[in-house]
């Protein structure tokens, strides 16, 4: 699938299943076959040399969902938005990853005009469920 973005959680656990591999002095390559390749690359890389994963998005919360979804074209529709967004990772809290469609699965079947429409219908009590 390639609408896809890995958690810092799967990236841990493939880190994990290469990480035999290198300590047998074997060279390994990891390739990326999903819209966020790129993205995901580079937080894996990062992680394997550092320990620590980068950031999804800049910002937490609201703000990390609307970093998201800033990234589209309005007029949108709920539907467009759950297939063209829905697979992306968004920072709900500190240290945890939510798939966006998550919040955006109750939004009203409805287009919206522009990003701070949309973010007012988000239930932010999902942010901690």
């Known amino acids: 699938m390639y609408y896809y973005q890995y958690t810092d959680l799967e990236l841990q656990r493939l880190k994990e299943l290469v990480a035999p591999f290198e300590a047998e002095g074997k060279e390994v390559h990891t390739l990326f076959n999903n819209l ?7 937080r ?22 609307k970093e998201v979804v800033s990234k589209t074209r309005y007029h949108v529709s709920k539907s467009v938005l759950m297939r063209k967004l829905g697979w992306r990772l968004v920072e709900a809290e500190e240290g945890k990853q939510v798939r966006l469609d998550v919040f955006l699965e109750d939004l009203p079947s409805k287009t919206f005009e522009n990003a701070d429409e949309l973010l007012d219908e988000i239930n932010p009590a999902k942010m901690k469920g």
């Open 44 to 65: 894996f890389a990062k992680y394997s040399v550092t320990g620590t994963f980068p950031k999804i998005t800049s910002s937490t919360g609201l703000a990390s969902i």
């Open 36 to 42: 966020s390749m790129f993205e995901d690359a580079v």
